[in-house]
């Protein structure tokens, strides 16, 4: 069996084992009907005391209980109740101009306050896996796009460069992404570069994010499908999203300068947060 990475058994763990919120850390509400189900006295005592005529449909009762407690404790988000409703989930989308006549649409998850701002620093900066499964309750919020398939479709993550990898020692969207894909059935696709010239986003203008991004990408091969998603960790202005997607409809791939022809490419994004501009 291979060994799994950190960040895979600690998803694993807070998933399947723990019994406690990923972000309050208080233990989940179970309603009042399955507690008195499932743990009343009354109800103890009545199977206690049952006819012996009656064990087999009573253990297949039992069985049953505890296979319908087991499903749906492996289907609950990761979050408790109160806690996933105190956060605002799938704000509006916005788009961003990427050629005439054509826009992305960028889709987030939710918006960049907290919890999500604090785990996604403590995630990109600090390389804290304890803050990952929030991020992937966060990313099981976006629905899969209308007609994209696992045959049809690629999500595109955000490169990045070699020597913020370095630094970093892991590529946080990376490890996003490949949720996302899992969440999806969508396959990944890692057929765009991050040139290295370019500086960091964080705390630049619009203006001057869009300068810093120009010729920051180059591909590196033809996308295998004609439905592209992009996927960042954060898209404050957009900007980035908006460089990648104007590669992918570069003039060199004239195919793809019009996404509703029959022959063009399909181009969406999305975000685990959006940034207030």
């Known amino acids: 069996m291979p060994r799994l990475a950190p960040y895979q058994s600690g998803l694993w763990l807070a998933e399947y084992l723990y019994v406690r919120c990923q972000l309050c850390r208080t233990y989940r509400s179970i309603p009042q009907s399955e507690l008195r189900q499932y743990d009343s006295p009354s109800h103890i005592q009545h199977s206690t005391n049952a006819p012996a005529t009656f064990e087999p449909s009573l253990n297949n009762t039992i069985f049953a209980n505890i296979r319908h407690r087991i499903s749906h404790r492996l289907n609950k988000g990761l979050l408790c109740a ?95 992404s490949a949720q996302l894909s899992k969440h999806w059935h969508i396959p990944l696709w890692h057929g765009v ?26 591909l590196t091969e033809k996308p295998p499908v004609k439905r592209l998603l992009l ?17 992918l409809i570069s003039t060199e791939m004239t195919e793809i300068m019009n996404p509703k022809h029959q022959n063009g490419y399909r181009v969406s994004a999305y975000a685990l947060a959006h940034g207030s501009q």
């Open 82 to 176: 109160d806690c996933h409703n105190s956060i605002i989930w799938l704000p509006k989308s916005f788009e961003v101009d990427i050629a005439a006549g054509t826009s992305l649409t960028i889709q987030a998850a939710t918006y960049y306050d907290y919890p999500m701002r604090q785990a996604i620093r403590s995630f990109k900066h600090h390389e804290d896996m304890t803050k990952l499964p929030l991020l992937l309750h966060a990313i099981r919020q976006l629905p899969r796009p209308h007609g994209c398939y696992y045959n049809n479709s690629v999500i595109v993550a955000m490169p990045t460069t070699d020597q913020r990898l370095i630094k970093r020692g892991f590529d946080p969207v990376s490890i996003l």
């Open 193 to 218: 570069r991050r040139i290295d010239d370019t500086i960091s986003q964080q705390g630049l203008t619009r203006a001057e994010r869009l300068s810093n991004l120009d010729n920051a990408f180059a």
């Open 231 to 247: 996927f960042d960790d954060v898209s404050t202005t957009g900007a980035s999203l908006q460089a990648l997607a104007r590669v």
